[in-house]
């Protein structure tokens, strides 16, 4: 999905998508939460895991042009925070009853989500501030000879480039 949305409106459609499957995500904890019946908690789950890998996927989608001299380093520091909301709500759910640990779950995913507005990279439009450049707008509308499909990360700047050889 992230990728069909940076193809028709560059990053803005893969923070859309982001944004989407995190408030999805986190409301569908939340929906979990007070299911029931195990047949609809099960149904719930499942459309839960694919909200996660979607915006596991998403958030993979962003991760090269934060940085695109250090993308190796980005996507390990997204992998460990992934592994530390692990870790901090393993403890939540060991301190607290199933349903408030589930809420406090779904609610930091949904503040997640919404904080998703406010992401800015450089070069490349937020959604709700910001402007892309001028090539990146031609690499998504597949103009001015863009040869790929698919948009180019951009070259990094000089100063960046020398700051992260030292």
């Known amino acids: 999905f ?19 499957c995190l408030v999805a995500e986190g409301v569908l904890v939340f929906v979990f939460a007070n299911t029931p019946q195990l047949w609809a908690a099960i149904l719930v789950m ?23 001299p250090a993308t190796g380093s980005i996507a390990g520091i997204v992998g460990a925070g992934g592994n530390t909301g692990a870790v901090c709500f393993g403890l939540g759910f060991r301190q607290l009853e199933a349903k408030p640990a589930f809420y406090l779950m779904g609610g930091c995913i949904v503040a997640s989500g ?8 450089k070069g490349h439009a937020g959604l709700v501030t910001g402007q892309d450049n001028p090539e990146v707008i031609a690499a ?3 103009t001015a000879g863009a040869a790929s499909a698919t948009i180019q990360v951009p070259e990094p700047d000089a100063e960046a480039a020398e700051e992260m050889e030292k």
């Open 2 to 20: 992230s990728d069909k949305a940076n193809a028709k409106i560059g990053m803005r459609g893969r923070l859309v998508v982001q944004t989407i």
């Open 46 to 68: 499942v459309f839960f895991s694919m909200f996660v890998q979607a915006a596991e996927g998403s958030t993979y989608g962003i991760v090269p042009y934060v940085n695109p």
């Open 114 to 121: 919404v904080l998703s507005l406010f992401i800015c990279i």
């Open 140 to 142: 998504y509308k597949k």
